[in-house]
């Protein structure tokens, strides 16, 4: 079973920039999907941004030209910059492998002034 370890969240200022990693242990299958989702309170828990099979990235419309996602293997980031109050919420590592979808323990990120 794969198992997802989460780091770097923390409070910024808006305008401000940080850095989220999810180190994956077991084993990740070559054509897996690894992302990131958000859930603020009170709302729905959404997608920010997937790397699928081949390298392919996609985005929420929310954040596209401020977040970026990065994958080596097992380890995906999140490079958020440019941060908005609306972008707090708690954010949740994803991975998808061999038809199971497993998730971390979730970071809060707080943008405030």
């Known amino acids: 079973q794969v198992q997802l370890v989460e780091s770097g969240g923390g409070s910024v200022q808006p305008g401000g920039s940080l850095r989220l990693s999810c180190a994956a242990s077991g084993y990740i299958f070559s054509d897996s999907t690894m992302g990131w989702f958000r859930q603020a309170p009170g709302k729905a828990r959404e997608l920010v941004a997937l790397v699928i099979s081949g390298g392919k990235t996609n985005y929420a419309n929310s954040v596209k030209g401020r977040f970026t996602i990065s994958r080596d293997y097992a380890k995906v980031d999140l490079q958020m910059n440019s941060l908005k109050p609306e972008d707090t919420a708690v954010y949740y590592c994803?991975?998808?492998?061999?038809?199971?979808?497993?998730w971390g323990q979730g970071t809060q990120v707080t943008v405030s002034s």
């Open positions: 994803y991975v998808h492998s061999n038809s199971v979808s497993s």
